[in-house]
């Protein structure tokens, strides 16, 4: 659209305004963005951590980050704020299927558990005893796996019974947010399709799902689409945020949506790539799909649209595994250059699993495995067969996203990996013999969560592209060397998953 710079100054920015926050595996960040989807200079970042455990903990104190995004509305719609009387809309996202029990006074009686909390697993196998996983796949768009809720609140309630009977309501971590500080939220349609309980093709919570898990659909949150407020403007004038005087609430949505969204991966001809702690692969689809291959998920966004994926979810995790111990004498300059190093046979085999696999074989307790490893080897060959391994993940969740979606004929990807170690991008691009665009935007998830309010409150204002620095064209000479790669992980993967 633009020959100006992507990221603007607040005098270039095309009113109305919208107030974008996203609470990520690492850090909550804020931004605001014109009506043309361009980030205004002046991104506001809280860094957090996730408490893990050996026995799969993966929690995170949702009153914690409550207060991060209080502190970042302060600095950005605050008293004297820099975009007083232009912001329109305020958009959220959150990393994806998370849980939070509330009491009746409204205040958090769990911590916030997170997708990557696996304590569940028992009751997973228990729920695969019971239901007919391959129906609940295709009504759903889910399989069942320790990420998402029916597991999980069967789980809480075996452990926790006194909390689970006293809560009287069961939220995401955005609604939680929400709920504390504006008193009022409700399940967006993407949010409520990632927890595993809504039937996709009505919109509606499902029934056998809540049944399973033990609870009714009064206490979970009405289920809304994202491009629909919460309520009415803000008129009052008052309050701790006078920026927001006039700004539309929309309802939380997950950051896979944001991020697909931001990186211009919005229709079924591209799949977004994303590579921070997690990743995953992602494509926009038209509708309900019919049928749903077994290794991925799909999440209802509205009527008109469904997101088709799935999950990794250890990619920066795995890089900052090794980065704080085998490989700890390599810079990530160091890193950087053995990704982009031609491949070299003989390299370690390495089924990347640190805390377990979603897509495409949803194996809740798989593990790392590392073969062919000998003297020779040092850090950096490690390092090499671990991205290769990171990189036949996404190759296999790629095969089955084309089979629904054929007409995706490019990846755009970005996210913390992809900035550190951007020569990644071009083992992806030789394992998925496809196009790879390095989307070169801070957070484009932000963005995207941005947009799904920005079309509703400037839906006449055309938008801006985001920038690609480069596009990794994938080398047919090395083609075969990755059909090896992906032949030993096949070979592999049931030591991984026993």
Not at 19 to 35: C, E, I, P, Q, W
Not at 58 to 81: C, F, M, R, Y
Not at 257 to 268: I, P, Q, Y
């Amino acid at each position: 659209m633009t020959a100006t710079p992507f990221c603007i100054g607040q005098d270039d920015a095309v009113d109305p305004l919208v107030l974008a926050l996203d609470v990520g595996s690492t850090a909550t960040r804020g931004a605001l963005f014109d009506a043309t989807g361009r980030p205004i200079s002046g991104r506001v970042k809280t860094c957090h951590a996730f408490t893990v455990g050996e026995d799969g903990t993966s929690q995170i104190d949702a009153d914690q980050v409550t207060d991060e995004i209080a502190a970042i509305l302060d600095g950005l719609a605050g008293p004297g704020g820099p975009a007083t009387g232009r912001i329109r809309g305020v958009a959220f996202d959150t990393f994806a299927s998370s849980l939070v029990a509330v009491g009746a006074d409204g205040r958090a009686l769990t911590p916030c558990y997170t997708y990557a909390d696996s304590r569940c697993s028992a009751e997973v196998e228990e729920l695969r005893e019971e239901l007919d996983e391959t129906t609940v796949q295709q009504r759903t768009g889910t399989r069942l796996h320790t990420s998402y809720l029916a597991p999980r609140l069967r789980w809480l309630s075996r452990v926790e019974p006194r909390v689970f009977a006293d809560a009287v309501r069961f939220v995401s971590l955005g609604e939680y947010v929400q709920l504390r500080l504006i008193g009022h939220t409700a399940a967006g349609t993407p949010t409520a399709a990632w927890t595993g309980m809504l039937d996709r093709r009505l919109g509606a919570w499902d029934p056998e799902i809540l049944a399973a898990a033990g609870v009714g659909a009064d206490r979970l949150s009405p289920v809304q689409d994202p491009g629909v407020p919460l309520s009415a403007p803000d008129v009052t004038g008052g309050g701790r945020w006078p920026g927001l005087v006039g700004a539309e609430w929309f309802p939380a949505i997950g950051d896979g949506l944001g991020h697909n969204l931001g990186t211009g991966a919005r229709d079924a001809s591209a799949i977004g790539c994303g590579a921070a702690t997690s990743g995953a692969m992602r494509v926009v689809v038209p509708g309900q799909p019919a049928q749903l291959p077994t290794g991925l998920w799909c999440y209802r966004i509205d009527a008109d649209r469904s997101l088709l994926g799935g999950a990794l979810t250890d990619v920066g995790r795995v890089f900052g595994w090794l980065a704080s111990g085998i490989a700890a004498g390599l810079a990530p300059c160091e890193v950087d250059a053995v990704l982009g190093a031609d491949p070299v046979p003989g390299t370690p085999a390495v089924v990347p699993f640190l805390t377990g696999e979603r897509s495409t074989g949803w194996a809740a307790r798989a593990r790392m495995v590392m073969a062919g490893v000998s003297a020779a080897h040092g850090p950096a060959d490690i390092v090499r067969g671990a991205a290769e391994g990171v990189a036949i993940g996404y190759a296999r969740i790629s095969e089955q996203l084309h089979a629904v979606a054929p007409e995706a004929a490019r990846v755009a990807a970005s996210g913390s990996v992809t900035a550190l170690y951007p020569s990644f991008l071009q083992i992806l691009a030789d394992a998925l013999q496809v196009p790879v665009e390095h989307v070169q935007l801070k957070r484009s998830t932000l963005l995207g969560t941005a947009l799904t309010a920005i079309d509703a409150v400037a839906p006449g204002v055309e938008r801006a592209t985001p920038p690609v620095k480069r596009t990794f064209e994938p080398r047919p000479e090395h083609a075969d060397h990755y059909a090896a790669v992906r032949a030993r992980f096949d070979e592999l993967y049931p030591v991984a998953i026993s």
